[in-house]
């Protein structure tokens, strides 16, 4: 999808359809221009085999992330024999920013299985999941209450992220592939609803950059990051 109309400092089009599925705990259908990525939530009453502590009454949070064949203009092959170096950087990214914004303590002694499937790719993939992936662990945790098998809400961040970058010499907010592809800098940006950074993911693609670009880019990432909060919020309202 060219960018269009679209200004400089301003979004595409993002939706979240929360409750796209019946299955898991939780569930959301997130919309961001052509992108788009389905996010559940799963709950597994146990601990992963890593943890030893048969004590332990903290949870754990993990995630997964793929893109399926028709989800590119040409078939993207299946991850059959464990997930590549790129997927797995992606998995690890969204399972820290999530648990940025949880209380695992407050969890009990399970598994939240976090999926995120791009069924359509057009740049953004990964800041997109984790925007979704935040409102399906929402509402699973909120259905987790209303059922009694939480005592407290462990939710006490909200998260989303964006991406940034320098295309043909000026500052971009929320890039598409076109975008993505020209790219002169490319930064990926986590941040929470107060304000804090979770992880910024920087690249000189094809140039270096200054401190002051530097600034520019978290400065227009923290603007699109408050708007996706706010789309965020009005999934509860």
């Known amino acids: 999808m060219a960018r269009g109309n679209r200004a400089n400092d301003g979004l595409r089009k993002t939706t979240i359809r929360p409750n796209h599925l019946d299955n898991p705990m939780g569930s959301a ?6 992108t788009k990525v389905i ?4 709950v597994e009453e146990s601990l992963p085999p890593w943890i030893q502590d048969e004590e332990a009454d903290h949870g754990w949070l993990t995630a997964k992330y793929g893109m399926l064949p028709g989800s590119g203009e040409d078939r993207i092959r299946r991850e059959r024999r464990g997930a590549r170096g ?3 950087e992606i998995q690890r990214l969204i399972g820290r920013s999530l648990r940025a914004g949880i209380d695992l303590s407050k969890v009990g002694p399970r598994t939240l299985w976090i999926d995120c499937d791009v069924i359509q790719a057009d740049g953004g993939t990964r800041t ?3 925007t979704g992936a935040w409102v399906a662990l929402k509402l699973a945790v909120d259905k987790m209450l209303d059922q009694g098998k939480l005592d407290e809400d462990p939710m ?3 998260v989303a992220a964006t991406s940034v970058g320098i295309v043909g010499g000026k500052p971009l907010l929320d890039l598409c592939f076109e975008d993505d592809s ?3 800098v490319d930064m990926n940006v986590v941040m929470d609803d107060e ?3 979770i992880e910024i993911q920087a690249t000189g693609e094809e140039a270096v950059f200054s401190r002051e670009q530097h600034q520019q880019l978290l400065d ?3 603007k699109g990051i408050r708007e996706l909060i706010e789309i965020q919020r009005r999934v509860f309202e």
């Open 220 to 222: 227009l990432a923290e």
């Open 156 to 158: 006490n961040k909200q």
């Open 39 to 42: 996010c559940t939530v799963m």
């Open 86 to 88: 790129r997927t797995k």
């Open 29 to 34: 259908l997130i919309e961001t221009g052509k």
């Open 128 to 130: 997109a999941s984790i």
């Open 195 to 197: 304000g804090n950074f």
């Open 182 to 184: 020209e790219a002169d």
